[in-house]
């Protein structure tokens, strides 16, 4: 089992940053895959990016985020970042990271999931 706890989440006006860390304890982090998820009001949980592990790093990204959002990640931390540039009134939501089985790539199962933090931006 692994637990997940997101920071960074804020207040931010349109076209501002803000770096999100999903620190990872418990059992193993650097053999898995990473992503990020987002859940506005009213909306389903969408997928935002993922990224592999180890070896050469693969990057997997909505098309919503690319060109703006980055994922991370440093296993000697066990954490994975999202760091997310030209934010749009349309990104706030709660982000949520979860571990992903390497097996098949872009990750289709997620076992562990944060909590969340929750990302406002203004307009």
């Known amino acids: 089992q692994v637990q997940l706890v997101e920071s960074g989440g804020g207040l931010v006006q349109a076209g501002g940053s803000l770096r999100l860390a999903c620190a990872a304890s418990g059992r193993a982090f650097s053999n898995y895959c990473m992503g990020w998820f987002r859940q506005a009001p009213g909306k389903e949980r969408e997928f935002v990016a993922a990224i592999s592990w180890g070896g050469g790093i693969s990057r997997h990204y909505a098309d919503s985020v690319k060109g703006r959002f980055t994922i991370s990640r440093d296993n000697a931390k066990n954490t994975v970042y999202l760091q997310m540039n030209s934010l749009k009134p349309e990104d706030t939501a709660v982000y949520s990271c979860?571990?992903?089985?390497?097996?098949?790539?872009?990750?289709?199962?997620?076992?562990?999931w944060g909590q969340g933090t929750q990302v406002t931006v203004s307009s």
């Open positions: 979860a571990r992903g089985s390497c097996s098949t790539w872009p990750p289709y199962e997620y076992d562990s």
